[in-house]
Every structure is written in structure tokens, then in C-alpha cells.
């Protein structure tokens, strides 16, 4: 999307967008773009959320505001812990958007470009995601009857998996169900090609849930195996494959000799072309994998699966923290997160009325930073003694003026006229982002931004996290300021291995993002 179209979208003045204030973006498809957005409320209240943007261009086109609202009406009725939320349809002047619930996490095609889990670890996202698109799939209308909901677009790229471990099913921009105000046209095919199931090839069988039962065979075959089942050079070779093709045993692929059997009966199972012969529901396959799971030997939760995440994306949750930072410190811009070029991730800052020189030296002084922080990531020993700590990096404030706040007390920040005595800002941001802040001895949030009258004291700042050295530092409320504090792990604070298959198993192998991994679009 060009930077006329990016300032079209933001309305008003800075980041302003109706009642959020835009972050940055991170993706942006044929239809909408995504944002990742704060929604501010009372006594400091804030939240991140995902807000999809139709395209301005399209915003005049009946048909597609006809899918966009389809879309949100659709997901919003859907409330499961494994389907992600959709908190508002709305309209900022002309441009429609969907606020949905924001997943900090990654995409499972993000985990299987990583390496191959432990089987059990692939049941279980496998079998979260069947349970919340069985909630779709018996969603009922006011008159008690099944609204025949079929997802249509069940891939790696729709199931989305939060560092804590909790897995959400995405997307609903395709689905079909009874009551839509857009209807398909005849013949017309909704989906990604490698994902299908051989009836959505064909126009003259009527597609129900049993699709999306079969889509999740794919997905389970694929991170099970590491391998696509489908995906060929083109399109014309992939849907020869979903109708024609034989369908490998997952056995049969390179490096899975020991797969294990009852996982390879579910696959099986799973991926029958005849709908009569494959599982009817998705609660099915979910109760088969969780008698695997079960089988396995000791159970594996959430919290398992959070582990795994947290050690495989070390570095993405680190280059998270450091790209909102990074938003946060420049109120009146909207970064644009790309991958187009470049050895790392490039932010091009996308303003109303901003110059393009201004915009072009911002993103080459952000890139430029970006790689001499890598590097001296890299640089940096493994092991630091016990006794040493990196300092709280203080750097200039940036608070915008418009959200003047008063501090009661230190924990209660609350909204104020920018009027009276002097005002400072004081900010401060702790990483990891599970680390408590205390001011004074009172918790605060992560990160905490206040505007307060200025005076001639001092304030204890201290900063803890589990398994990491606590840091402490005086804060003046006399100049204020802005401090990004990276706690070091103690030496024996080792997170915990994730649960992983027995050695004849291949491990997962962490590498760092290509150019093609950072930021992965999972709301498109």
C-alpha cells in the first residue's frame, strides 16, 4: 500500500484512528491491511489489538464491504478460547475496519519453517485447533438451526499460536455459512490450493465441514513431517495433486521412519478423499489426538507448548519488543513493517504530510540501528558473571502531547487537561515483558508512561522477572525521562526444555528469520 493510501487510512492528525491509536503495520493483503493498534481507556487502561483496514479504494465497492462485514459478523459470534475474538466492526469516515483480539505469538507456518516438533507437541496445537473450528462449525442461528459454517481456508498461516502457548484459529474472511449478505458465485473456489479438500475443486459437490477436516489433515501431516503434502511448482500441479495424487503415509517421508503409528492412523484417516470415509467432525480427530496425546505418556498442555515457543522464537519475541519500542517513540508516524529487501527487518514511516526525504533519512537511521543492535547482539559473550548487570538505557522522552496524563499516588494514571504547572514524562519499558515494574514499591504496568507536574523528587524504580537479576534506579520527577531496562538472566535460571520426542526424533532447530519469516501476516 503507498504512503497516500496509508495516510488516507489514518485519520486526523499523528496515529489517531477512531478511538485506537495506530502502532505500527505488519501486513497488508488484496483486501485490508493490518495494524497493531492500543485501544486507551480510564486510570491508564490499555490494550493491544489487531485492527484489518479495508483497502480505501475497495471501501467503495459494494461487494467487498458486503464480505468485510460478513467476515466480523461471522467471527463475533464465535466465542471459543481457540478462535480469535473479534471485539468490533466500525467505520473511521470512510474506511471500515475490524478491531480483533491481538495474539503475541507466531503463526504455525512460522513454527514448521523452524523445524519438526515432538509429535505430542503437534497434537495438541493440531487438536486446539480442531476444537475451536468445531465451535464454528456448530454455531446456530436465533431459530436453533446449524448455520452450516465452513471455514474454507484452514492452513498453517490461519492457526496462530501465542508465546504462552494458547492456539487460535484465524480468518474468517472466506467462510461460508447460511444468512451471509455476499454469496459466492457459482463455481467459484475460496481458499489456498495446497489446503483444499478435493470436493472444493469441484463446483457441483456441495462443501461442508468435513473440508476443514480435511484441510487440518494437511496441517497435521505437515508439521508432523515437515514436509507439504500438496504444494507443487504451480497451481495447475497442486490441484492435480489434491484430486489425483496419491497421498503419502507420513512414514514414507524423508526422516520419519519412526513415526509413530497411532499418530500416522489419524493422518490417515484424516486425509480420506471420500467425506463417508474421513472423520465427520472436527471433535472427532480432536478426541483421537488427545487419546494420542494421552498414550503418548505424560500429558501435554498449554503451558508445553508454551515453552517450545518461547525457546524457538527467542530472537522474534526480542525484535517484537524492540519494534514497538521503537513505534512508540515516534507519535506522529505510523511504521511500516516490510521484508522486501535487506539482511533484517526495515521500517519505512508512513506519515500525513510527512516529506519523503525526512521519511527516507528516518527508515535508513532505523535500519542502520537495527543492524548495529544485531550486531553487537552477536558480539556479545553467552555467560555474563552474576555480578553484572546492563544498565537502564535512558533516552530522550516521547509521549505526545495530547495524551497529558496525572500520576496520583504513582500506580494511578489517569487523563488530564495539559494545563497548570510544568509537566514532565517519565517512561519506562523492562524487557523481558513478563518483568514487574515498581515504582516507590507500587506495581505498575509494562511498559508505564505517565505525564506528570514536575517537582523536586525522586522516585525508586526497581525492575524484577523471574529467573532474572533485579535492577534498581532512581527516577527524577524533576526532568522526567525515558529508560529501557533489559534484565540478564541469572546463570542458573535456564528456561525450561520444552517436552520433546525421544532421540530417534529430529528436534526442533532454531535458526533466525529470513527475509520471508519476519513478521508473517496471520490476520490477512
Not at 58 to 80: K, Y
Not at 140 to 168: C, E, F, M, W
Request: aromatic content about 4%; some cysteine; overall charge neutral.
Amino acid at each position: 500500500m503507498s504512503g497516500e493510501a496509508a495516510a488516507e487510512i489514518i485519520q486526523g492528525e499523528g496515529r489517531n484512528f477512531g478511538r485506537y491509536t495506530l502502532l505500527y503495520r505488519f501486513a497488508t493483503g488484496g483486501m485490508a491491511d493490518v495494524y497493531l493498534a492500543r485501544l486507551s481507556g480510564t486510570a491508564g487502561f490499555e490494550k493491544l489489538v489487531a485492527i484489518k483496514a479495508i483497502h480505501p479504494h475497495l471501501g467503495r465497492q459494494p461487494q467487498f464491504i458486503e464480505m468485510f462485514i460478513d467476515e466480523a459478523r461471522l467471527a463475533s459470534r464465535v466465542s471459543h478460547p481457540n478462535v480469535i475474538h473479534t471485539l468490533e466492526l466500525g467505520r473511521v469516515a470512510e474506511t471500515h475496519f475490524i478491531a480483533m483480539e491481538y495474539v503475541d505469538g507466531e503463526s504455525l507456518s512460522a513454527l514448521i519453517r523452524r523445524g519438526r516438533p515432538a509429535p505430542a507437541i503437534c497434537a495438541r496445537i493440531v487438536a486446539d485447533a480442531a476444537a475451536g473450528l468445531h465451535a464454528a462449525h456448530e454455531l446456530k442461528g436465533r431459530d436453533g438451526k446449524l448455520l452450516q459454517v465452513v471455514h474454507r481456508d484452514v492452513s498453517p498461516t490461519n492457526i496462530l499460536i501465542g508465546y504462552n502457548g494458547a492456539v487460535k484459529v484465524a480468518d474468517f474472511g472466506v467462510a461460508r455459512a447460511q444468512g451471509m449478505i455476499h454469496s459466492t458465485a457459482e463455481g467459484s473456489i475460496k481458499g489456498k490450493f495446497a489446503y483444499m479438500a478435493p470436493e472444493q475443486l469441484r463446483p457441483e459437490i456441495e462443501v461442508d465441514r468435513r473440508a476443514d477436516v480435511f484441510a487440518l489433515g494437511i496441517v497435521l501431516f505437515e508439521i508432523t513431517t515437515g514436509r507439504h503434502l500438496f504444494r507443487r511448482k504451480d497451481n495447475a500441479a497442486t490441484i492435480a495433486e489434491v484430486l489425483h495424487g496419491e497421498i503419502a503415509r507420513p512414514s514414507q517421508a524423508p526422516g520419519c521412519q519412526d513415526y509413530p503409528d497411532a499418530l500416522e492412523r489419524i493422518v490417515v484417516k484424516a486425509l480420506q478423499r471420500p467425506v463417508e470415509a474421513r472423520y465427520q467432525t472436527a471433535h472427532e480427530l480432536q478426541q483421537d489426538l488427545e487419546r494420542f496425546i494421552v498414550r503418548s505418556g505424560e500429558p501435554v498442555l498449554q503451558a508445553d507448548v508454551g515453552r517450545l515457543m518461547q525457546e524457538v522464537f527467542a530472537d522474534r519475541i526480542q525484535e517484537k519488543e524492540q519494534l514497538l519500542c521503537e513505534a512508540e517513540r515516534h507519535p506522529q508516524v505510523v511504521p511500516d513493517v516490510e521484508t522486501q529487501s535487506g539482511s533484517s527487518m526495515r521500517l519505512a514511516s508512513v506519515a500525513k504530510g510527512a516529506r519523503p526525504r525526512v521519511l527516507v533519512l528516518v527508515a535508513a537511521g532505523i535500519l542502520a540501528l537495527s543492524l548495529i543492535v544485531m550486531v553487537v547482539l552477536l558480539l556479545l559473550p553467552e555467560k555474563r558473571p552474576a555480578d553484572t548487570l546492563r544498565p537502564p538505557t535512558r533516552v530522550q522522552a516521547a509521549v505526545p502531547a495530547d495524551a497529558a496524563v496525572s500520576l496520583d499516588a504513582v500506580g494511578a494514571v489517569a487523563r488530564a487537561p495539559d494545563t497548570g504547572p510544568a509537566m514532565v514524562n517519565l517512561e519506562i519499558l523492562a524487557a523481558p515483558t513478563s518483568a514487574t515494574i515498581t515504582i516507590d514499591g507500587k506495581p505498575v504496568s509494562n511498559p508505564f508512561r505517565a505525564r506528570i507536574a514536575a517537582r523536586q523528587e525522586q522516585v525508586a524504580v526497581e525492575i524484577t522477572a523471574p529467573g532474572h537479576q533485579p535492577q534498581r534506579f532512581p527516577a527524577s520527577l524533576s526532568e522526567g525521562g525515558q529508560w529501557r531496562v533489559d534484565l540478564v538472566p541469572t546463570p542458573d535460571a535456564a528456561l525450561p526444555a520444552p517436552k520433546v520426542a525421544p532421540k530417534t526424533t529430529p528436534q526442533v532447530k532454531k535458526r533466525r528469520l529470513g527475509n520471508k519469516d519476519v513478521l508473517v501476516n496471520p490476520y490477512r
